[in-house]
């Protein structure tokens, strides 16, 4: 039904515009008796072998919607009904902010890819905090923060240290964000000494809570060997809890869609099916070089159940959909639990 009659239709929109309609729709449709008891037998599929314990953490199972679907928690129980094993929400700032101009979200169809240069738009994170404060269900959420764009990068750690103290009481782990390329310079803190300054900031005002919360670093696909090396090195020296692997891309040499295109599209990051390998390429560097030491969750490029089995076999423990659901629907969660409990009863 969604890709031969919902999809089609979406994809008729301004791909922003598909977005706040899906949200509006989601939110009227999936909140009515009848149709909040369909959904959650339609797309319900739980199992012990799902089962996952990770960073101290139990997830009814390893799929997870990855930060940038919903930034500012407004649908955390309707992704719920759906079956995600936990959530992400964010990136969350301290102040609210509009993000980059309109266009800013793109549809390469040809590459089942996106392109977006959102910004970090969000309406802050003590919006989202009420938000959090009213949700019914149990899964887990994870907060996802960075830095507003205003902020200079020398005070970058005061942003980080706001979102975290403010989200605390109200999501189960927290992603330091520094890996987005839409935010202008936030790539410079992935850099070896600004990026130890700052997780061990964090995780400092993290370790003073009665109840501290795993803490996860999500890096670029487009960093280095020796890089993804240091990452590996900060990971273990400052003692965080994992590594999200990866944010969207900047290398745009995989895309089957015409240049021309894509350069009158202009700046971007790009995610979806092209990102697919690369992210899979350093969830294996990361797992191999660190000898699995900590925890990794696989995101880029989700498609199928097979692309989720690719990414654990190279060594993420949990993996995270976003762009595999703009073009495969929300059935994609429950293939990809199937595909899983087959593989996990082997």
Same mark, same amino acid.
Request: with cysteine.
């Given at each position: 039904?969604?890709?031969?009659? /919902?999809? =089609?239709?979406? *994809?008729?929109?301004?791909?922003?515009?598909?977005?706040?309609? !899906?949200?509006?729709?989601?939110?009227? !449709?999936?909140? $009515? =008796?009848?149709?909040? +008891?369909?959904?959650? +037998?339609?797309?319900?599929l739980d199992d012990p $072998? /799902?089962?996952?314990?990770? *960073?101290?953490?139990?997830?009814? &199972?390893?799929?997870?919607?990855?930060?940038?679907?919903?930034?500012?928690?407004?649908?955390? #129980?309707?992704?719920?009904?759906?079956?995600?094993? *936990?959530?992400?929400?964010?990136?969350?700032?301290?102040?609210?902010?509009?993000? &980059?101009?309109?266009?800013?979200?793109?549809?390469?169809?040809? %590459?089942? +890819?996106?392109? @977006?240069?959102?910004? *970090?738009?969000?309406?802050?994170v003590k919006e989202a905090?009420?938000?959090?404060?009213?949700?019914?269900?149990?899964?887990?959420?994870?907060?996802?923060?960075?830095? @507003?764009?205003?902020?200079?990068?020398?005070?970058?750690?005061?942003?980080?240290?706001?979102?975290?103290?403010?989200?605390?009481?109200?999501? #189960?782990?927290?992603?330091? &964000?520094?890996?987005?390329?839409?935010? =202008?310079?936030?790539?410079?803190?992935?850099?070896?000494?600004?990026?130890?300054?700052?997780?061990?900031?964090?995780?400092?005002?993290? %370790?003073?809570?009665?109840?501290?919360?795993?803490?996860? /670093?999500?890096?670029?696909? #487009?960093?280095?060997?020796?890089? $993804?090396?240091?990452?590996?090195?900060?990971?273990?020296?400052?003692?965080?809890?994992?590594?999200?692997?990866?944010? !969207? !891309?900047?290398?745009?040499?995989?895309?089957?869609?015409?240049?021309?295109?894509?350069?009158?599209?202009?700046?971007?990051?790009?995610?979806?099916?092209?990102?697919?390998?690369?992210?899979?390429?350093?969830?294996?560097?990361?797992?191999?070089?660190? @000898?699995?030491?900590?925890?990794?969750?696989?995101?880029?490029?989700?498609?199928?159940?097979e692309d989720a089995i690719?990414?654990?076999?190279?060594?993420?423990?949990?993996?995270?959909?976003? +762009?595999?659901?703009?073009?495969?629907?929300?059935?994609?969660?429950?293939?990809?639990?199937?595909?899983? /409990?087959?593989?996990?009863?082997?």
């Amino acid at each position: 039904m969604y890709k031969s009659i /919902l999809k =089609p239709l979406f *994809f008729l929109k301004n791909p922003e515009d598909a977005h706040h309609f !899906t949200f509006d729709l989601t939110k009227l !449709t999936f909140n $009515l =008796p009848i149709a909040k +008891s369909i959904v959650k +037998s339609t797309f319900k599929l739980d199992d012990p $072998l /799902l089962e996952r314990e990770v *960073f101290g953490l139990k997830f009814k &199972n390893p799929v997870g919607l990855a930060a940038g679907f919903d930034k500012d928690a407004k649908l955390i #129980d309707e992704m719920a009904m759906l079956g995600f094993g *936990f959530i992400e929400i964010g990136t969350l700032t301290p102040k609210p902010q509009e993000g &980059n101009p309109l266009p800013r979200l793109f549809r390469l169809p040809q %590459d089942e +890819s996106l392109i @977006n240069r959102m910004g *970090f738009n969000n309406g802050g994170v003590k919006e989202a905090v009420e938000r959090l404060k009213k949700r019914k269900s149990d899964v887990i959420v994870g907060g996802n923060i960075g830095k @507003n764009k205003v902020t200079p990068n020398e005070n970058a750690v005061d942003d980080y240290l706001i979102c975290l103290e403010e989200l605390h009481p109200y999501v #189960d782990y927290f992603v330091v &964000n520094v890996s987005s390329p839409n935010t =202008p310079n936030l790539r410079d803190l992935q850099e070896k000494e600004p990026l130890k300054k700052l997780l061990q900031a964090v995780k400092s005002a993290n %370790d003073l809570k009665e109840k501290p919360k795993p803490i996860l /670093l999500k890096i670029a696909p #487009d960093l280095t060997d020796g890089q $993804l090396d240091d990452i590996v090195e900060i990971v273990q020296e400052t003692k965080i809890d994992g590594v999200i692997a990866t944010n !969207t !891309t900047i290398d745009r040499s995989q895309l089957s869609t015409p240049v021309s295109q894509v350069e009158a599209i202009g700046a971007g990051g790009v995610s979806g099916k092209v990102l697919g390998k690369r992210s899979t390429e350093v969830i294996r560097y990361l797992a191999e070089k660190s @000898n699995k030491a900590f925890p990794i969750i696989g995101v880029g490029g989700i498609f199928s159940a097979e692309d989720a089995i690719e990414k654990l076999e190279a060594g993420a423990s949990l993996i995270q959909v976003y +762009s595999g659901m703009i073009y495969e629907g929300p059935g994609l969660i429950k293939k990809i639990k199937k595909g899983l /409990l087959a593989y996990f009863s082997r």
